[in-house]
């Protein structure tokens, strides 16, 4: 019998209550990823962020893997980027930079199969040099892209045709939207392969990446988990699969 590839998945690190547990630290990601890659026939593993040294053990944990899903949450310190923080940067996790950081850089030196989801997406341009628009809205002129924390909105964007966004999307889906940040200058190797299609003088941002070099690489800032999109997860384990 073939082994089931295993894809790992980045974790928040946050306080949790439950049964007689009250405000414990704990690592977690919402099912709807673990969910996810186990429908695409693959075993999630989750990886929780190490402190004192986040970058323990990234090579083995990596050789371990055949693919990897970067997961949503807090925005990236903008330090990472050479930034000053904006006013409507919100609360950022320097252990979980470390730690997200370091897994992509090591995937991509090995070409380990990889899927980034929102703040996953950024830590990809910004792990490979690139940097983030803090505030979406100063430039678009509009909340649409996150009408509030936690808030998903269905938004239309346009895919480039023949790239690996539009062959597993489509050329003109709609997805679940949730982000006040988005890519501004591209890191090194990526090109943009979709973006948000807005009013008429209203310029788009972009909203997913790919790096031609790699074997399987898809970055999106929108959510495919949110409204249970299996297609970029199965498309990572095919990938994952064939890479063994």
């Known amino acids: 019998m073939a082994r089931m590839p295993l894809i ?3 974790t928040y690190a946050e306080q949790a209550s439950w049964g007689s547990f009250q405000d414990v630290p704990v690592s977690l990601a919402q099912d709807t990823y673990h969910r996810l890659v186990a429908r695409a026939g693959a075993r999630p593993v989750l990886i929780p962020q190490v402190d004192g040294d986040p970058e323990a053990g990234v090579d083995e944990l990596i050789a371990a893997l055949d693919g990897l899903v970067v997961i949503g949450g807090l925005d990236v310190n903008p330090e990472r980027y050479g ?13 979980r930079d470390a730690s997200d950081l370091a897994l992509v850089r090591r995937a991509l030196e090995v ?15 910004v792990a490979l040099g690139g940097t983030l628009l803090q505030h979406v809205p100063e430039v678009v002129d509009h909340d649409d892209h996150q009408i509030a924390a936690g808030t998903f909105v269905d938004r239309e964007v346009r ?4 790239t690996l966004t539009a062959a597993t999307f489509g050329e003109h889906p709609t997805v679940s ?5 988005a890519i501004d200058e591209l890191g090194e190797g990526l090109v943009a392969t979709a973006w948000s299609v807005e009013s008429t003088g209203v310029p788009s941002v972009i909203e997913a990446v790919e790096r031609p070099d790699s074997r399987f690489l898809l970055s999106v800032q929108w959510h495919p988990e949110e409204s249970g999109d299996l297609r970029p997860f199965a498309a990572l384990v095919e990938a994952a699969t064939a890479g063994r």
């Open 8 to 10: 790992g998945l980045t």
């Open 83 to 95: 930034h000053d923080r904006h006013e409507l940067t919100g609360r950022s996790d320097d252990v």
């Open 111 to 125: 070409d380990l199969p990889l899927l980034a989801i929102c703040r996953g997406h950024q830590i990809l341009n």
């Open 159 to 162: 895919c480039e045709p023949g």
């Open 177 to 181: 939207c949730s982000h006040h940040q």
